[in-house]
Protein backbone atom coordinates (compact mmCIF):
# COMPACT_ATOMS: atom_id res chain seq x y z
CA UNK A 1 0.00 0.00 0.00
CA UNK A 2 1.34 3.32 -1.06
CA UNK A 3 2.13 5.69 1.75
CA UNK A 4 -1.00 7.83 1.80
CA UNK A 5 -1.47 9.78 5.49
CA UNK A 6 -5.31 10.46 6.05
CA UNK A 7 -6.08 13.05 8.09
CA UNK A 8 -8.97 12.77 10.71
CA UNK A 9 -10.98 15.50 11.73
CA UNK A 10 -13.52 15.56 14.78
CA UNK A 11 -15.45 18.06 15.65
CA UNK A 12 -16.88 18.39 19.84
CA UNK A 13 -18.43 20.50 21.82
CA UNK A 14 -19.77 20.03 25.29
CA UNK A 15 -19.70 15.94 24.10
CA UNK A 16 -18.53 14.42 27.28
CA UNK A 17 -20.71 11.52 26.60
CA UNK A 18 -19.71 10.67 23.68
CA UNK A 19 -16.27 11.88 22.90
CA UNK A 20 -14.58 8.67 24.66
CA UNK A 21 -15.53 5.81 22.12
CA UNK A 22 -15.30 8.16 19.26
CA UNK A 23 -11.60 8.71 20.57
CA UNK A 24 -11.08 4.51 21.08
CA UNK A 25 -12.27 3.56 17.85
CA UNK A 26 -9.69 5.94 16.29
CA UNK A 27 -7.14 4.79 18.08
CA UNK A 28 -8.10 1.17 17.96
CA UNK A 29 -7.51 1.24 14.16
CA UNK A 30 -5.08 -0.67 12.53
CA UNK A 31 -4.45 1.32 9.57
CA UNK A 32 -1.51 3.81 11.52
CA UNK A 33 -0.83 6.25 9.40
CA UNK A 34 -2.92 9.07 9.96
CA UNK A 35 -2.97 12.11 11.77
CA UNK A 36 -5.61 13.08 14.19
CA UNK A 37 -7.28 16.40 14.39
CA UNK A 38 -10.18 17.51 16.87
CA UNK A 39 -11.22 20.92 16.90
CA UNK A 40 -13.23 21.70 19.79
CA UNK A 41 -15.77 24.77 20.03
CA UNK A 42 -15.17 25.73 23.54
CA UNK A 43 -16.53 23.06 25.51
CA UNK A 44 -17.55 23.84 29.28
CA UNK A 45 -17.81 20.15 30.18
CA UNK A 46 -15.41 17.28 30.62
CA UNK A 47 -15.02 17.08 27.09
CA UNK A 48 -11.82 18.82 27.15
CA UNK A 49 -10.28 16.83 29.97
CA UNK A 50 -10.77 13.98 28.27
CA UNK A 51 -9.17 14.74 25.67
CA UNK A 52 -6.06 15.63 27.60
CA UNK A 53 -5.91 11.43 28.63
CA UNK A 54 -5.16 11.14 24.94
CA UNK A 55 -2.67 13.78 24.27
CA UNK A 56 -0.53 10.79 22.75
CA UNK A 57 -2.69 9.89 20.41
CA UNK A 58 -4.02 13.53 19.26
CA UNK A 59 -1.59 15.20 16.40
CA UNK A 60 -3.17 18.66 16.81
CA UNK A 61 -6.17 19.91 19.48
CA UNK A 62 -7.78 23.39 18.63
CA UNK A 63 -10.61 24.56 21.68
CA UNK A 64 -11.78 28.00 20.61
CA UNK A 65 -15.81 29.40 19.97
CA UNK A 66 -16.40 28.83 16.15
CA UNK A 67 -19.02 29.59 13.99
CA UNK A 68 -20.88 26.19 14.28
CA UNK A 69 -19.43 22.64 13.06
CA UNK A 70 -18.57 23.64 9.46
CA UNK A 71 -16.96 26.27 10.38
CA UNK A 72 -14.66 24.09 12.90
CA UNK A 73 -14.28 21.31 9.80
CA UNK A 74 -12.89 23.75 8.26
CA UNK A 75 -10.23 25.13 10.84
CA UNK A 76 -9.47 21.58 10.70
CA UNK A 77 -8.84 21.01 6.75
CA UNK A 78 -6.44 24.07 6.93
CA UNK A 79 -4.43 22.66 9.76
CA UNK A 80 -4.50 19.30 7.84
CA UNK A 81 -1.32 17.63 6.34
CA UNK A 82 -2.30 14.34 4.68
CA UNK A 83 -3.12 13.05 1.40
CA UNK A 84 -6.51 12.66 2.20
CA UNK A 85 -9.37 13.92 4.65
CA UNK A 86 -11.94 13.03 6.39
CA UNK A 87 -14.64 13.64 9.37
CA UNK A 88 -15.85 11.75 12.29
CA UNK A 89 -17.87 13.24 14.41
CA UNK A 90 -17.84 13.22 18.06
CA UNK A 91 -21.35 10.99 18.64
CA UNK A 92 -20.07 8.78 16.09
CA UNK A 93 -17.31 5.71 16.11
CA UNK A 94 -15.97 3.58 13.48
CA UNK A 95 -17.76 0.31 13.13
CA UNK A 96 -14.55 -1.58 13.41
CA UNK A 97 -10.77 -1.45 13.32
CA UNK A 98 -10.23 -1.61 9.87
CA UNK A 99 -12.12 1.02 8.55
CA UNK A 100 -8.95 3.34 7.86
CA UNK A 101 -7.31 0.45 6.59
CA UNK A 102 -10.03 0.09 3.81
CA UNK A 103 -10.61 3.69 3.05
CA UNK A 104 -6.55 4.13 2.39
CA UNK A 105 -6.88 1.03 0.53
CA UNK A 106 -9.44 2.33 -2.47
CA UNK A 107 -7.59 5.51 -2.77
CA UNK A 108 -4.59 3.06 -4.53
CA UNK A 109 -6.95 3.08 -7.29
CA UNK A 110 -5.33 5.46 -10.32
CA UNK A 111 -6.91 8.87 -10.16
CA UNK A 112 -9.19 8.11 -7.33
CA UNK A 113 -10.31 11.29 -5.63
CA UNK A 114 -13.34 10.38 -3.32
CA UNK A 115 -14.75 7.44 -1.48
CA UNK A 116 -17.98 6.93 0.60
CA UNK A 117 -19.48 3.79 2.41
CA UNK A 118 -22.18 2.62 4.14
CA UNK A 119 -23.69 4.03 7.61
CA UNK A 120 -25.59 2.75 10.65
CA UNK A 121 -27.59 4.96 12.40
CA UNK A 122 -27.74 3.66 16.21
CA UNK A 123 -29.76 4.93 18.82
CA UNK A 124 -29.25 5.19 22.64
CA UNK A 125 -29.50 1.70 22.84
CA UNK A 126 -26.96 0.82 20.31
CA UNK A 127 -29.46 -0.54 18.33
CA UNK A 128 -29.28 -0.04 14.85
CA UNK A 129 -32.38 1.49 13.04
CA UNK A 130 -31.86 2.78 10.33
CA UNK A 131 -29.28 1.42 7.50
CA UNK A 132 -27.60 3.70 4.79
CA UNK A 133 -26.62 1.99 2.00
CA UNK A 134 -25.81 4.29 -0.95
CA UNK A 135 -24.71 2.41 -4.01
CA UNK A 136 -22.60 2.98 -6.58
CA UNK A 137 -22.58 6.50 -7.68
CA UNK A 138 -23.50 6.78 -11.56
CA UNK A 139 -23.68 10.21 -13.48
CA UNK A 140 -26.55 12.44 -12.14
CA UNK A 141 -27.91 10.36 -9.87
CA UNK A 142 -27.97 13.44 -7.75
CA UNK A 143 -31.17 14.68 -9.58
CA UNK A 144 -33.03 12.03 -8.59
CA UNK A 145 -32.13 12.80 -4.63
CA UNK A 146 -29.38 10.72 -4.24
CA UNK A 147 -26.19 11.81 -1.89
CA UNK A 148 -23.64 9.56 -0.15
CA UNK A 149 -23.08 9.71 3.59
CA UNK A 150 -21.32 12.54 4.90
CA UNK A 151 -19.71 11.20 7.84
CA UNK A 152 -18.29 8.23 5.50
CA UNK A 153 -17.36 10.71 2.89
CA UNK A 154 -13.45 11.07 2.10
CA UNK A 155 -11.83 12.89 -0.32
CA UNK A 156 -8.20 13.84 -1.53
CA UNK A 157 -7.32 17.23 0.48
CA UNK A 158 -6.67 19.13 -2.52
CA UNK A 159 -9.96 19.40 -4.29
CA UNK A 160 -10.90 21.78 -1.00
CA UNK A 161 -8.14 23.84 -2.39
CA UNK A 162 -9.48 23.40 -5.75
CA UNK A 163 -12.97 23.57 -5.03
CA UNK A 164 -13.40 25.14 -1.51
CA UNK A 165 -14.34 23.97 1.86
CA UNK A 166 -17.73 23.75 3.18
CA UNK A 167 -19.80 27.02 2.77
CA UNK A 168 -21.95 28.46 5.62
CA UNK A 169 -24.13 30.13 3.71
CA UNK A 170 -26.16 26.52 2.85
CA UNK A 171 -26.37 26.34 6.86
CA UNK A 172 -27.05 22.33 7.74
CA UNK A 173 -26.81 21.20 4.49
CA UNK A 174 -23.06 22.66 3.93
CA UNK A 175 -21.84 18.81 3.71
CA UNK A 176 -24.54 18.17 1.10
CA UNK A 177 -23.81 21.25 -1.27
CA UNK A 178 -19.73 20.25 -0.74
CA UNK A 179 -20.47 17.01 -2.27
CA UNK A 180 -22.82 18.56 -4.90
CA UNK A 181 -20.27 20.63 -5.66
CA UNK A 182 -17.21 18.28 -5.97
CA UNK A 183 -19.39 15.26 -7.62
CA UNK A 184 -22.33 17.01 -9.44
CA UNK A 185 -20.93 19.90 -10.34
CA UNK A 186 -17.69 19.39 -10.77
CA UNK A 187 -17.40 15.39 -12.14
CA UNK A 188 -15.05 14.83 -9.45
CA UNK A 189 -15.15 10.69 -9.70
CA UNK A 190 -16.56 8.59 -6.57
CA UNK A 191 -16.03 5.46 -5.35
CA UNK A 192 -18.20 3.47 -3.13
CA UNK A 193 -17.17 1.16 -0.53
CA UNK A 194 -19.67 -2.09 0.48
CA UNK A 195 -18.92 -1.67 3.57
CA UNK A 196 -20.63 -0.22 7.29
CA UNK A 197 -17.57 2.65 8.12
CA UNK A 198 -19.37 4.52 10.79
CA UNK A 199 -22.30 3.82 12.99
CA UNK A 200 -23.68 7.19 13.86
CA UNK A 201 -26.19 8.69 16.60
CA UNK A 202 -29.45 9.55 15.78
CA UNK A 203 -30.72 12.92 16.54
CA UNK A 204 -28.84 15.45 14.17
CA UNK A 205 -29.44 19.51 14.42
CA UNK A 206 -31.26 19.67 11.28
CA UNK A 207 -34.01 17.32 13.01
CA UNK A 208 -34.43 18.60 15.86
CA UNK A 209 -37.42 20.86 15.48
CA UNK A 210 -40.11 21.68 12.78
CA UNK A 211 -38.11 24.84 12.06
CA UNK A 212 -35.19 23.65 11.69
CA UNK A 213 -36.76 21.05 9.61
CA UNK A 214 -37.73 23.99 7.27
CA UNK A 215 -34.67 25.73 7.76
CA UNK A 216 -32.50 22.66 6.25
CA UNK A 217 -35.29 22.17 3.42
CA UNK A 218 -34.38 26.04 1.97
CA UNK A 219 -30.67 25.07 2.10
CA UNK A 220 -30.75 22.03 0.44
CA UNK A 221 -33.04 23.64 -2.34
CA UNK A 222 -30.26 26.60 -2.45
CA UNK A 223 -27.56 24.29 -2.72
CA UNK A 224 -29.45 22.52 -5.27
CA UNK A 225 -30.02 25.41 -7.50
CA UNK A 226 -26.11 26.55 -7.01
CA UNK A 227 -24.50 23.52 -8.63
CA UNK A 228 -26.75 22.41 -11.06
CA UNK A 229 -29.66 20.18 -10.47
CA UNK A 230 -31.79 19.26 -13.39
CA UNK A 231 -35.23 20.19 -11.37
CA UNK A 232 -34.57 21.28 -7.67
CA UNK A 233 -37.66 21.15 -6.65
CA UNK A 234 -38.75 17.95 -7.79
CA UNK A 235 -35.32 16.91 -5.97
CA UNK A 236 -36.32 18.12 -2.87
CA UNK A 237 -39.19 16.13 -2.81
CA UNK A 238 -37.21 12.90 -4.03
CA UNK A 239 -34.29 13.71 -1.12
CA UNK A 240 -36.30 12.42 1.67
CA UNK A 241 -38.32 10.24 -0.05
CA UNK A 242 -35.75 7.78 -0.39
CA UNK A 243 -34.32 7.55 3.06
CA UNK A 244 -38.00 5.49 3.43
CA UNK A 245 -35.76 2.49 2.19
CA UNK A 246 -33.01 2.93 5.45
CA UNK A 247 -35.80 1.41 7.32
CA UNK A 248 -36.17 -1.71 6.08
CA UNK A 249 -32.62 -2.29 4.50
Not at 26 to 36: A, D, G
Not at 37 to 49: A, C, K, L, N, R
Amino acid sequence: MPDLKISLITVSFNTENTIRRCIQSVISQKFKNFEYIVIDGGSTDQTIPILNQYNDHISVVVSEPDEGIYDAMNKGIKLAKGDIVGMLNADDFFADDTVLSTIAEAFTQPNLKITYGDLNYINAMDSVIRRWRPGPYTLGIFNLGWMPPHPTFYCKTELFYKYGLYSLEYGTAADYELMLRFIHKNGVNAFYIQKVLVNMKTGGISNSSFTNRIKSLFFDLKAMRDNGIRFPLITLLAKPLGKIGQYFT
